[in-house]
């Protein structure tokens, strides 16, 4: 490795530097001018970490700095600026410069011109999530053993400077190590003494690419691995000592090889960094499951309780979910997203699209790529519709896409990754049906990819009829009504295009809960309750009947509060175990025991219609890659 000693780097070495900087001379004018920042994960007291940003020489006399209210990708407010606290503004002899808080998020300071550097101390927010709607993707972590740095939590900006290149300093104990698709830079020679045992050193050319490029911190070296020409690095954190990141290797790389062959083609990038969060779900740690994508990287958070067959399943659900991101919004959005806003953004109309096209490829890949079978991926497209039904706003997709960080739309948000995933397979249909199976949804991604790219976006109100413009009339028809408007679909006139049709078939499911089917709800005291209706193979063999309470499960007692405790619990039951509950029925307490069996119960499910003609039954081959 060469060593990288530019004029930038020799600007860092006045970071927390007591004298003016000196007056710039020609040449030095024509170096680019950077905003230096440093994270302390050594000297962490009372579960805070210091943070030093340093800009330029201001020539304003006033100058704000935010930490952002919102982040893309999450489309939510949560302001990030509430777990800063000591927030200081200092002038070249050290001397505190006076600021006005403005919000949440903004300090304005006077005399900015007078500035060196702010500093400031950060909370993070697993701990406390309690108090907060924070999704745990997007979240920090501040303990010894391991810290999540979403950017966005940790490193503000100056509203004038968020252009300008960022260099980010991160010293941390020797114990740990960096996971990120980064690239890492030499350790500038600062006074500290500093050496790649002890510190890291990046460096990004905008300020939403820092916010782009989470880092987490664990005890042990990631794992990486190429597949084709990507370079995958995988960094597990699990308390428990559970898993580790090469633990993940095998599944995460039949997944990525998948997706590449699904994408054909479309460029993916060169550095993939998956940071896995496994959390204890213990009252101060995470609780929000899932994941946020970035360019070149995605922080995923899971139980670590979870069995591996499980936990695989769902890293292929949701890392193929933002690696896929990379398509959209990644390479194709509207200016709302390029220029994005991080205290006042506008929201784009067209979640559709960035979540639903996502989500539906996240899925489509995995038939197409035979990683499961036809049957497994009806059944997914069937817990979509019926998910679907539960979002009941009376709005249409790209009304609540605009307005998704207000009542109500808010609440209809998650509804992206069920209605939005089926408005992709619609479209898939329709392309498929218009091309006698040629083209589906991947290639329309592939044309607006063409024509629009990462760098140029388009244009909000008109895209809709770019994209009927783009592919076939239909197209346009279907988003016009459906997406535009808030007309409902019916599946069943584009399942017919592929010979599925609905029949009542038996069914495997959980216990208590499976993403399907519930069989337990809380009342207003807080306990568990079996709902009327008909319940599970299982629960009817053990005696179970609606409007049981439950008490307890194998000896421990249960509530509403503990409830996903005991979904994880019995989610882990092998055949034959056997199964205890203790209920309340009609104020008498009974017990009931039996042997465990696979629940299973009659679902309206999808599949292959016998009366399907040849027609029917070659689209389908084309649209599952059969
Ligand atoms: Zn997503």
Same mark, same amino acid.
């Given at each position: 490795? !060469?060593?990288?000693?530019?004029?930038? $780097?020799?600007?860092?070495?006045?970071?927390?530097?007591g004298?003016?900087?000196?007056?710039?001379?020609?040449?030095?004018?024509?170096?680019?001018?950077?905003?230096?920042?440093?994270?302390? @994960?050594? &000297?962490?007291?009372?579960?805070?970490?210091?943070?030093?940003? &340093?800009?330029?020489?201001?020539?304003?006399?006033?100058?704000?700095?935010?930490?952002?209210?919102?982040?893309?990708?999450? %489309?939510?407010?949560?302001?990030?600026? !509430? %777990?800063?606290?000591?927030?200081k503004a200092l002038d070249y002899s050290g001397n505190e410069l006076q600021?006005?808080?403005?919000?949440?998020?903004?300090?304005?300071?006077?005399n900015?011109?007078k500035?060196d550097?702010?500093?400031?101390?950060?909370?993070?927010?697993?701990?406390?999530?309690?108090?907060?709607?924070?999704?745990?993707?997007?979240?920090?972590?501040?303990?010894?053993?391991?810290?999540?740095?979403?950017?966005?939590?940790?490193?503000?900006?100056?509203?004038?400077?968020?252009?300008?290149?960022?260099?980010?300093?991160?010293?941390?104990?020797?114990?740990?190590?960096?996971?990120?698709?980064?690239?890492?830079?030499?350790?500038?020679?600062?006074?500290?003494?500093?050496?790649?045992?002890?510190?890291?050193?990046?460096?990004?050319?905008?300020?939403?690419?820092?916010?782009?490029?989470?880092?987490?911190?664990?005890?042990?070296?990631?794992?990486?691995?190429?597949?084709?020409?990507?370079?995958?690095?995988?960094?597990?954190?699990?308390?428990?000592?559970?898993?580790?990141?090469?633990?993940? !290797?095998?599944?995460?790389?039949?997944?990525?090889?998948?997706?590449?062959?699904?994408?054909?083609?479309?460029?993916?990038?060169?550095?993939?960094?998956?940071?896995?969060?496994?959390?204890?779900?213990?009252?101060?740690?995470?609780?929000?499951?899932?994941?946020?994508?970035?360019?070149?990287?995605?922080?995923?958070?899971?139980?670590?309780?979870?069995?591996?067959?499980?936990?695989?399943?769902?890293?292929?659900?949701?890392?193929?979910?933002?690696?896929?991101?990379?398509?959209?919004?990644?390479?194709?959005?509207?200016?709302?997203?390029?220029?994005?806003?991080?205290?006042?953004?506008?929201?784009?109309?067209?979640?559709?699209?960035?979540?639903?096209?996502?989500?539906?490829?996240?899925?489509?890949?995995?038939?197409?790529?035979?990683?499961?079978?036809? #049957?497994?991926?009806?059944?997914?497209?069937?817990?979509?519709?019926?998910?679907?039904?539960?979002?009941?706003?009376?709005?249409?997709?790209?009304?609540?896409?605009?307005?998704?960080?207000?009542?109500?739309?808010?609440?209809?948000?998650?509804?992206?990754?069920?209605?939005?995933?089926?408005?992709?397979?619609?479209?898939?249909?329709?392309?498929?049906?218009?091309?006698?199976? #040629?083209?589906?949804?991947?290639?329309?991604?592939?044309?607006? +990819?063409?024509?629009?790219?990462?760098?140029?976006?388009?244009?909000?109100?008109?895209?809709?009829?770019?994209?009927?413009?783009?592919?076939?009339?239909?197209?346009?028809?279907?988003?016009?009504?459906?997406?535009?408007?808030?007309?409902?679909?019916?599946?069943?006139?584009?399942?017919?295009?592929?010979?599925?049709?609905?029949?009542?078939?038996?069914?495997?499911?959980?216990?208590?809960?499976?993403?399907?089917?519930?069989?337990?709800?809380?009342?207003?005291?807080?306990?568990?309750?079996?709902?009327?209706?008909?319940?599970?193979?299982?629960?009817?063999?053990?005696?179970?009947?609606?409007?049981?309470?439950?008490?307890?499960?194998?000896?421990?007692?249960?509530?509403?509060? +503990?409830?996903?405790?005991? $979904?994880?619990?019995?989610?882990?039951?092998?055949?034959?175990?056997?199964?205890? @509950?203790?209920?309340?029925?009609?104020?008498?307490?009974?017990?009931?025991?039996?042997?465990?069996?696979?629940?299973?119960?009659?679902?309206? !499910?999808?599949?292959?219609?016998?009366?399907?003609?040849?027609?029917?039954?070659?689209?389908?081959?084309?649209?599952?890659?059969?």
């Amino acid at each position: 490795m !060469k060593l990288l000693y530019t004029a930038a $780097i020799a600007a860092f070495l006045l970071v927390g530097c007591g004298t003016p900087k000196a007056p710039l001379s020609a040449t030095q004018k024509e170096t680019p001018k950077v905003v230096l920042t440093s994270v302390d @994960l050594i &000297n962490v007291t009372d579960d805070k970490v210091s943070v030093v940003v &340093n800009p330029p020489t201001i020539t304003e006399k006033e100058i704000k700095f935010s930490l952002p209210a919102i982040v893309p990708g999450t %489309y939510s407010r949560d302001d990030y600026g !509430k %777990y800063i606290e000591a927030f200081k503004a200092l002038d070249y002899s050290g001397n505190e410069l006076q600021f006005t808080k403005v919000d949440d998020n903004t300090w304005s300071i006077l005399n900015a011109d007078k500035l060196d550097k702010v500093t400031y101390l950060v909370n993070d927010t697993f701990d406390i999530e309690s108090e907060h709607d924070i999704f745990s993707p997007t979240g920090t972590n501040i303990a010894s053993n391991n810290y999540v740095l979403n950017m966005n939590g940790f490193i503000g900006y100056f509203n004038t400077l968020k252009n300008l290149p960022y260099e980010v300093l991160i010293k941390h104990p020797e114990t740990l190590y960096a996971g990120t698709s980064l690239n890492e830079l030499e350790i500038p020679k600062t006074k500290d003494s500093l050496t790649a045992a002890n510190a890291n050193y990046y460096k990004v050319d905008r300020y939403a690419d820092l916010i782009d490029s989470p880092v987490m911190y664990t005890e042990h070296e990631p794992v990486s691995f190429t597949v084709g020409e990507t370079e995958v690095l995988i960094n597990v954190f699990s308390p428990n000592g559970t898993y580790s990141a090469e633990d993940f !290797k095998p599944v995460i790389s039949t997944m990525v090889e998948a997706q590449k062959a699904y994408l054909g083609d479309l460029k993916t990038t060169n550095k993939y960094a998956i940071l896995v969060y496994l959390s204890t779900v213990g009252a101060e740690d995470a609780q929000g499951f899932g994941a946020l994508e970035h360019n070149t990287s995605t922080v995923v958070v899971m139980p670590e309780q979870y069995p591996k067959q499980l936990l695989d399943k769902a890293m292929v659900d949701i890392v193929a979910h933002e690696f896929f991101h990379v398509v959209t919004p990644l390479s194709i959005h509207s200016e709302e997203i390029h220029f994005f806003d991080f205290n006042t953004p506008k929201m784009s109309q067209h979640l559709w699209m960035y979540e639903g096209v996502t989500e539906y490829f996240a899925q489509h890949f995995q038939v197409y790529e035979g990683l499961v079978t036809p #049957e497994e991926f009806y059944d997914v497209i069937v817990s979509k519709i019926d998910n679907a039904k539960r979002y009941t706003g009376d709005f249409s997709f790209t009304e609540m896409s605009k307005n998704v960080l207000e009542e109500p739309y808010k609440d209809s948000y998650a509804n992206v990754y069920e209605k939005g995933a089926l408005i992709g397979m619609c479209i898939d249909l329709i392309m498929r049906e218009q091309s006698n199976g #040629e083209k589906g949804l991947i290639d329309l991604m592939k044309t607006l +990819t063409k024509r629009f790219g990462s760098t140029s976006p388009f244009s909000d109100d008109t895209f809709i009829e770019t994209v009927a413009a783009l592919s076939y009339p239909e197209v346009g028809n279907f988003l016009r009504d459906h997406v535009q408007n808030n007309g409902a679909i019916n599946y069943t006139e584009y399942f017919y295009l592929v010979g599925l049709e609905f029949a009542e078939t038996k069914t495997n499911t959980a216990l208590l809960a499976s993403q399907d089917v519930q069989y337990i709800r809380g009342n207003e005291e807080g306990e568990i309750v079996f709902v009327n209706g008909e319940l599970n193979s299982t629960l009817q063999d053990l005696g179970v009947l609606g409007g049981d309470v439950l008490v307890s499960y194998n000896k421990k007692e249960y509530n509403l509060s +503990t409830a996903r405790g005991l $979904i994880i619990a019995t989610n882990g039951l092998a055949e034959g175990d056997t199964v205890t @509950l203790t209920v309340k029925r009609n104020g008498e307490t009974v017990k009931l025991s039996g042997k465990y069996s696979t629940p299973t119960y009659l679902a309206n !499910k999808l599949g292959e219609s016998p009366y399907a003609t040849e027609e029917q039954k070659a689209l389908r081959a084309a649209w599952l890659n059969k």
